[in-house]
């Protein structure tokens, strides 16, 4: 029965070093998984940038934001803002002038239409004679 003991006793202890090997196996690939995670997401935030909108809920900015927000709430609802009603001088724009010919040209200037016609246009790929 001693013998038995003792063998089961040596198998448990092996069975503990496996343990320990598979525990620390876990906890270092866990550490390559954050440390892939991180990269991941500095990578996101560098391609697509920051995104106002979103926020940490576990992160420190989270809860400074949420008292900042929570107290002018609070301002927002006990203290009434006056307002006042103040008018503007009206003004005239100015049209701006997209470019184009008739913009640009005035109306009465004089039109002269000229046509450039080269006598004889062949076809270079064809030797045919152009037609009008």
């Given at each position: 029965?001693?013998?038995?003991?003792?063998?089961?006793?040596?198998?448990l202890q092996a069975k503990d070093a496996d343990l320990k090997n598979v525990k620390e196996d876990l906890a270092a690939a866990?550490?390559?998984?954050?440390?892939?995670?991180?990269?991941?997401?500095?990578?996101?935030?560098?391609?697509?940038?920051?995104?106002?909108?979103?926020?940490?809920?576990?992160?420190?900015?989270?809860?400074?934001?949420?008292?900042?927000?929570?107290?002018?709430?609070?301002?927002?609802?006990?203290?009434?803002?006056?307002?006042?009603?103040?008018?503007?001088?009206?003004h005239k724009r100015k049209r701006v002038k997209s470019g184009s010919v008739e913009d640009i040209i005035p109306a009465d200037?004089?039109?002269?239409?000229?046509?450039?016609?080269?006598?004889?246009?062949?076809?270079?790929?064809?030797?045919?004679?152009?037609?009008?």
């Amino acid at each position: 029965m001693s013998e038995e003991n003792r063998t089961l006793k040596e198998d448990l202890q092996a069975k503990d070093a496996d343990l320990k090997n598979v525990k620390e196996d876990l906890a270092a690939a866990q550490a390559d998984f954050k440390l892939a995670e991180e990269k991941l997401r500095r990578a996101m935030k560098r391609m697509f940038g920051s995104n106002s909108e979103h926020i940490a809920i576990d992160g420190d900015i989270y809860e400074q934001l949420s008292f900042v927000l929570n107290e002018a709430e609070l301002i927002s609802d006990t203290e009434p803002v006056e307002t006042e009603t103040v008018e503007v001088k009206g003004h005239k724009r100015k049209r701006v002038k997209s470019g184009s010919v008739e913009d640009i040209i005035p109306a009465d200037a004089p039109i002269e239409i000229k046509e450039h016609r080269p006598d004889d246009i062949i076809c270079p790929e064809c030797a045919v004679r152009w037609k009008k």
